[in-house]
């Protein structure tokens, strides 16, 4: 991995981190091309809990992940949604999506995040401690693909529900 910076999302950044998503996001199958929006819907409506960016060494901004509130049906509260991660295509693949997701996590844990959940690779973020929770549900897509970090406390059982930015 290249030298890069972890920060949180400044004013200003708003167009590096929507054009960084679109070209992170334009050539995977299983997107809809809809990042960019949903990140700025979250921001629009407050729901944009943890916003980092990785700079590189020119202060480009090459990475960014966001953290939203999620409901659960069983009424557990602090838990929160990870996503969209993304990384500039040219930087996929060296290490950056998942400095991001570890300081990420780092940084929920810090402000008193209970969980979190994702709906991604369950190759990639298990190595982060994440996985499938068949008494946690997202309805729609596969299964096996919605995962859940515990951070503290039981694993909440019901379904999950994402911050309206997400459609």
Same mark, same amino acid.
């Given at each position: 991995?290249?030298?890069?910076?972890?920060?949180?999302?400044?004013?200003?950044?708003?167009?590096?981190?929507?054009?960084?998503?679109?070209?992170?996001?334009?050539?995977?199958?299983?997107?809809?091309?809809?990042?960019?929006?949903?990140?700025?819907?979250? $921001?629009?409506?407050?729901? =944009?809990?943890?916003?980092? !960016?990785?700079?590189?060494?020119? *202060?480009?901004? &090459? +990475?960014?992940?966001?953290?939203?509130?999620?409901?659960?049906?069983?009424?557990? $509260?602090?838990?929160?949604? =990870?996503?969209?991660?993304? !990384?500039?295509?040219?930087?996929? *693949?060296?290490? &950056? +999506?998942?400095?991001?997701?570890?300081?990420?996590?780092?940084?929920?844990?810090?402000?008193?995040?209970?969980?979190?959940?994702?709906?991604?690779?369950?190759?990639?973020?298990? *190595?982060?401690?994440?996985?499938?929770?068949?008494?946690?549900?997202?309805?729609?897509?596969?299964?096996?693909?919605?995962?859940?970090?515990?951070?503290?406390?039981?694993?909440?059982?019901?379904?999950?529900?994402?911050?309206?930015?997400?459609?």
């Amino acid at each position: 991995m290249s030298a890069i910076t972890i920060r949180p999302e400044q004013p200003g950044d708003e167009n590096a981190i929507y054009a960084l998503t679109e070209a992170a996001f334009r050539d995977m199958e299983f997107s809809d091309g809809d990042e960019p929006q949903v990140i700025n819907k979250l $921001r629009a409506d407050g729901d =944009l809990t943890l916003s980092l !960016v990785a700079e590189s060494l020119d *202060r480009a901004i &090459i +990475g960014h992940i966001a953290f939203s509130p999620v409901t659960i049906s069983d009424g557990t $509260r602090d838990w929160y949604g =990870l996503g969209p991660v993304s !990384v500039i295509p040219l930087n996929q *693949r060296t290490g &950056i +999506g998942g400095a991001l997701i570890e300081r990420g996590i780092a940084d929920m844990r810090q402000i008193g995040a209970k969980g979190i959940v994702l709906l991604g690779s369950n190759e990639y973020y298990p *190595r982060f401690g994440f996985e499938h929770d068949p008494q946690l549900a997202y309805p729609g897509p596969p299964p096996e693909y919605f995962q859940r970090l515990v951070l503290e406390g039981d694993a909440p059982t019901g379904v999950v529900k994402y911050a309206p930015g997400f459609g």
